[in-house]
């Protein structure tokens, strides 16, 4: 079964890839996940690679494009991207997503915001049609270290119940992104794809909030693999 799932994440980055990446596209954004590092295998796999310039969303994703022979940029350079590549913590069914488990989501919502086409490929898991569903960790927020307290009662008050994101047992005290911020993680049980811009609204208006995992009418295409090594193919 394991392999199955692995062959169909595959499956479903090779068919992002071909069927998404055009010949004058020469900016790409490579996200970050177990899905991704298939996508990153079949940029790298182009004839024309050596005219690609690569935009990383965090850490892994640099190691993706440097092991895969790609050339890295930086939005510092490259402030438009043809296109990019993505995973998902889940999916709706509009192609909301949650992102940010891994603590990158303000580098992936800058990539995903300056791509003129943003394609998500993850498996089946994360596809449940509403958000909050499978992931019940919460949405992740970026915050700035002396707003944590004052959000945290913010979102209370709005009905979530949120957390300081801890980065035991490897580090004591809370998770610190490469911007310097904290996350939080609320959970806001399972929330309709007709509320999360709503709720997004809310959240990104409060003073201290530098973004949030809401991915909220971002995405055009998602390559879903699924668990029998099929390709579900969604679009809004």
């Known amino acids: 079964m394991a392999d199955l799932i692995e062959q169909s994440k595959k499956l479903a980055a090779y068919s992002a890839v071909d069927e998404n990446l055009k010949p004058n596209h020469k900016v790409i954004?490579?996200?970050?996940?177990?899905?991704?590092?298939?996508?990153?295998?079949?940029?790298?796999?182009?004839?024309?690679?050596?005219?690609?310039?690569?935009?990383?969303?965090?850490?892994?994703?640099?190691?993706?494009?440097?092991?895969?022979?790609?050339?890295?940029?930086s939005l510092e350079e490259f402030a438009s991207i043809d296109i990019a590549f993505d995973g998902a913590d889940e999916v709706d069914s509009q192609l909301n997503c949650i992102k940010?488990?891994?603590?990158?989501?303000?580098?992936?919502?800058?990539?995903?915001?300056?791509a003129d086409n943003f394609i998500i490929v993850a498996d089946y898991r994360k596809n449940t049609g509403i958000l909050?569903?499978?992931?019940?960790?919460?949405?992740?927020?970026?915050?700035?270290?002396?707003?944590?307290?004052?959000?945290?009662?913010?979102?209370?008050?709005?009905?979530?119940?949120a957390q300081v994101r801890s980065g035991l047992p490897a580090k004591a005290g809370p998770v610190i992104t490469d911007n310097g911020n904290f996350i939080i993680d609320c959970d806001f049980s399972q929330v309709e794809a007709s509320k999360i811009k709503e709720l997004?609204?809310?959240?990104?208006?409060?003073?201290?909030v530098v973004e949030t995992g809401y991915f909220v009418g971002m995405a055009q295409k998602a390559y879903i693999g699924n668990a029998d090594g099929s390709v579900s193919t969604l679009s809004v």
Do not use: H
């Open 29 to 73: 954004g490579i996200g970050s996940g177990s899905t991704v590092v298939y996508v990153a295998e079949r940029v790298g796999q182009q004839a024309n690679k050596s005219e690609l310039v690569c935009i990383p969303t965090g850490f892994q994703s640099k190691q993706l494009i440097i092991d895969n022979g790609l050339k890295l940029g």
């Open 100 to 114: 940010g488990g891994g603590a990158c989501l303000l580098q992936e919502k800058l990539v995903a915001d300056s």
């Open 132 to 161: 909050g569903k499978s992931w019940t960790k919460g949405v992740p927020l970026e915050v700035v270290p002396a707003a944590y307290n004052k959000i945290l009662k913010q979102l209370t008050e709005l009905g979530g119940k």
């Open 200 to 208: 997004n609204d809310k959240i990104k208006a409060m003073v201290g």
